[in-house]
């Protein structure tokens, strides 16, 4: 199976400042068709998952532009411009490029 | 508005079966990979199992793979997991998740716990 390796796993971060989580997999995510496939979710406490980022850097509808995410191959990054209190939570890629998908362990992302 | 309602868990004894359902509406169902996504209490997201639009290509991950059964209606925009020879290790909070286009869709969630 394909190992998806997150750090930091904890990331405490000052408001309006930056946070980069970094993601690493086992083997290459890039598709035969070209596409990278490797997600990026988010998950408030108490609350289900919710996708961010799709195909490396593409933002989901209603995303602020404060996240982008970036990476080729086996690393990926996920980048938070200016934090706010609504971005605690874990922080989560995910490739399905190989069968099974899997998931990273998670980044807990909490404010300073 | 977009729906999935995830039903059908509880408490259940080791080696017993349960069948979960993820009934929903305000998206196309009938051309959405499907997939069910569990969390065991205080831990990480896990892929369980997903389905492509036709139903005919299911594919699970390796500790569930002949103990579960992953289907859909698409009749009644509806997915479901049937849950079989249930182990300790497999409680957790089930999520029911669409794959629909450029979107991802997931429910709140339905609780499985397996304890004697």
């Not at chain 1, 690493?24 to 995510?29: A, D, E, G, I």
């Not at chain 2, 020879?85 to 339905?110: K, M, N, P, Q």
Request: net charge positive; charged share 20%; aromatic share 10%.
């Amino acid at each position: 199976d394909v190992v998806v390796t997150q750090s930091p796993l904890s990331l405490p971060v000052t408001l309006g400042q930056s946070a980069s989580i970094s993601c690493r997999s086992s083997q290459s995510l890039a598709s035969s068709g070209g596409d990278t496939l490797l997600d990026w979710f988010h998950q408030r406490p108490g609350q289900s998952p919710r996708r961010l980022i799709h195909g490396v850097s593409k933002r989901d509808s209603g995303v602020p532009d404060r996240f982008s995410g970036g990476g080729s191959g086996t690393d990926f990054t996920l980048k938070i411009s200016r934090v706010e209190a609504e971005d605690i939570g874990i922080y989560y890629c995910f490739q399905y490029a190989h069968r099974p998908h899997t998931f990273g362990p998670g980044t807990k992302l909490e404010i300073k | 508005e977009v729906q999935l309602v995830e039903s059908g868990g509880g408490l259940v004894q080791p080696g017993g079966s349960l069948r979960l359902s993820c009934p929903t509406s305000g998206f196309s169902f009938t051309s959405s990979w499907m997939n069910w996504v569990r969390q065991a209490p205080g831990k990480g997201l896990e892929w369980v199992a997903n389905i492509n639009p036709g139903g005919e290509g299911k594919f699970y991950v390796d500790s569930v793979r002949g103990r579960f059964t992953i289907s859909r209606d698409n009749a009644k925009s509806s997915l479901y997991l049937q849950m079989n020879s249930l182990r300790v290790e497999d409680t957790a909070l089930f999520y029911c998740v669409a794959w629909a286009g450029d979107s991802c869709y997931w429910g709140r969630g339905t609780l499985v716990t397996v304890s004697s």
